[in-house]
């Protein structure tokens, strides 16, 4: 069975926001409501040091709040300057109220 991390309730974050959700021994991860959809992927931008969960979220993309760079959250492919560099996403799934992701292998 695969182990799985559990990154917060469904509910703490309103449609078209982000959350920065901090684990012991991860990096921080960012979880995104969009739509109906729920993303996962690392918060720190490829970038720079910004929090992408302070980003701007529509259409499965994010853009960084420092340079605008933005990202496919479906593949984490960079979209736009400056961001050149992918970011890592990780398939959510959403059970009784709460998201998940597989535990990720560490790097
Ligand atoms: S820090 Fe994200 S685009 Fe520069």
């Given at each position: 069975?695969?182990?799985e991390?559990?990154?917060?309730?469904?509910d703490?974050i309103?449609?078209?926001e982000?959350?920065?959700?901090?684990?012991?021994?991860?990096?921080p991860f960012?979880?995104?409501?969009?739509g109906?959809?729920?993303?996962?992927s690392?918060d720190?931008?490829?970038?720079g040091a910004?929090?992408?969960?302070d980003g701007?979220?529509?259409?499965?993309?994010?853009?960084?709040?420092?340079?605008s760079?933005?990202f496919?959250l479906?593949?984490?492919?960079?979209l736009?300057f400056p961001a050149?560099?992918?970011i890592?996403v990780?398939p959510?799934t959403?059970?009784?109220?709460?998201?998940f992701?597989?535990?990720?292998e560490?790097g």
């Amino acid at each position: 069975m695969t182990a799985e991390l559990r990154l917060c309730e469904t509910d703490f974050i309103e449609e078209g926001e982000a959350l920065r959700v901090e684990l012991e021994g991860h990096a921080p991860f960012a979880v995104y409501h969009d739509g109906e959809t729920f993303y996962v992927s690392d918060d720190l931008c490829s970038h720079g040091a910004a929090s992408l969960a302070d980003g701007m979220l529509s259409d499965g993309r994010i853009e960084c709040p420092w340079h605008s760079g933005s990202f496919c959250l479906k593949t984490g492919a960079a979209l736009t300057f400056p961001a050149t560099e992918p970011i890592r996403v990780y398939p959510a799934t959403v059970r009784d109220g709460w998201v998940f992701i597989e535990k990720p292998e560490a790097g």
